[in-house]
């Protein structure tokens, strides 16, 4: 079992930043983040391995930039340039021990 919390999310203003934590309670070796906007299904956003590879989505590439620190078991997002169409309930994902784990997400909302 691995247990997942984000932190971080929030409103910012379009053009804005904003940074996501996601801290698990072991080491896994793929952690990734996925967004649900209102009315829409769970999608991808951005993955990285333990070696530190990592992939992005098409639509947030070059705008979002995805992190971890091995030794502190955290993952981070970093989100630039953020667009309305980027509001959603963000949520952090880990591939390990033979299963795939959630957490509770997190909001951010892009407006003026």
């Known amino acids: 079992q691995v247990e997942l919390v984000e932190s971080g999310g929030g409103s910012v203003q379009p053009g804005g930043f904003l940074g996501l934590s996601c801290a698990a309670s072991?080491?896994?070796?793929?952690m990734g983040w996925y967004r649900q906007a209102p009315g829409k299904q769970r999608r991808w956003v951005a993955i990285?391995?333990?070696?530190?590879?990592?992939s992005y989505a098409e639509a947030v590439k070059g705008r979002f930039t995805i992190s971890r620190d091995n030794a502190k078991n955290i993952m981070y997002l970093q989100m630039s340039m953020l667009k309305p169409d980027d509001t959603a309930v963000y949520y952090c994902?880990?591939?390990?021990?033979?299963?795939?784990?959630w957490g509770n997400g997190t909001l951010v909302t892009v407006s003026s």
């Open positions: 072991r080491m896994v070796d793929t």
């Open positions: 990285i391995r333990r070696g530190g590879g990592t």
């Open positions: 994902n880990a591939i390990g021990f033979g299963g795939e784990f």
